[in-house]
Nanobody, 123 residues
Framework: QVQLVESGGGLVQAGGSLTLSCSAS????????MAWYRQAPGKQRELVAV????????NYTDAVKGRFTISRDNARNTVYLQMHNLNVEDTAVYYC????????????????WGQGTQVIVSS
């Protein structure tokens, strides 16, 4: 049974930073691409960032390019999302997801999701 557990969310002022973590278990973590999605109130889920299975390739939605960095530590079965210069539009529940690079390029999430971690950015 694959489990993904996110942590690191919280309340931050606009312009601040947060780092989210997602710890995975129950799968061969290093063989999967990993992604962060987010869902703001009243909005559809949005793919935020993707990292390849080895960590060498990343992709970001335009809204976060230059501000967010996705990375992974395969020895720790953990994926991270460093978020800088946060703004109120970044307020959302952030979820990690495990899947394939090809599917993420088509915005097709994998089967397994974490429970999410709330990020609230105040103005």
């Amino acid at each position: 049974q694959v489990q993904l557990v996110e942590s690191g969310g919280g309340l931050v002022q606009a312009g601040g930073s947060l780092t989210l973590s997602c710890s995975a278990s129950g799968s061969r973590f290093s063989t999967y691409a990993m992604a962060w999605y987010r869902q703001a109130p009243g909005k559809q889920r949005e793919l935020v960032a993707v990292v390849s299975y080895g960590g060498s390739t990343t992709n970001y939605t335009d809204a976060v390019k230059g501000r967010f960095t996705i990375s992974r530590d395969n020895a720790r079965n953990t994926v991270y999302l460093q978020m800088h210069n946060l703004n109120v539009e970044d307020t959302a529940v952030y979820y990690c997801n495990q899947g394939s690079w090809a599917d993420y390029r088509r915005d097709r999430p994998g089967k397994y999701w974490g429970q999410g971690t709330q990020v609230i950015v105040s103005s």
